[in-house]
C-alpha cells in the first residue's frame, strides 16, 4: 500500500508563493511518474504538471511559467514551487503517483489527501 502526504498549502497573498511537497511512502516496489492536480469548488479536477522517474516534465497552460515540478526520488517525494500566484489558483491541491507494490504487480494510481491552497487579492 502507498500512501502520498502532502503538506505546504495555506494562505497566501496574490504575487506570493508557495511550495508544496508530497512524499511516498509505505511498502512498495517502485513509484513511477508522479503529479500535481487541483480542484476548486465547483469545478472539474485539473491535471497541473507530471514529472516521470527520470525528470520529464509537463505543464497545463495555465501554470507553465509559473509552477515548477521537481521530484527527489531518494525521498520519494515530489514538489510543485508555485510563484507568482493568482486568487484563481485557489484550489484543493492533490498528489498523484503510479506506482507498483511487488515487481510483478500491476501498476495502481494513489491520490494524496489534498491540501488547501488559498491566494487573496
Known amino acids: 500500500q502507498v500512501q502520498l502526504v502532502e503538506s505546504g498549502g495555506g494562505l497566501v497573498q496574490a504575487g506570493g508563493s508557495l511550495r508544496l511537497s508530497c512524499a511516498a511512502s509505505g511498502i512498495f516496489f517502485r513509484i513511477g511518474t508522479m503529479g500535481w492536480y487541483r480542484q476548486a469548488p465547483g469545478k472539474q479536477r485539473e491535471l497541473l504538471a507530471t514529472i516521470t522517474f527520470d525528470g520529464s516534465t509537463n505543464y497545463a497552460d495555465s501554470v507553465k511559467g509559473r509552477f515548477t515540478i521537481s521530484r527527489d526520488n531518494a525521498k520519494n517525494t515530489v514538489y510543485l514551487q508555485m510563484n507568482t500566484l493568482k486568487p484563481e489558483d485557489t484550489a484543493v491541491y492533490y498528489c498523484?503517483?503510479?506506482?507498483?507494490?511487488?515487481?510483478?504487480?500491476?501498476?495502481?494510481?494513489?491520490w494524496g489527501q489534498g491540501t488547501q491552497v488559498t491566494v487573496s487579492t
Open positions: 498523484n503517483a503510479g506506482g507498483q507494490r511487488t515487481s510483478v504487480s500491476r501498476w495502481s494510481d494513489y
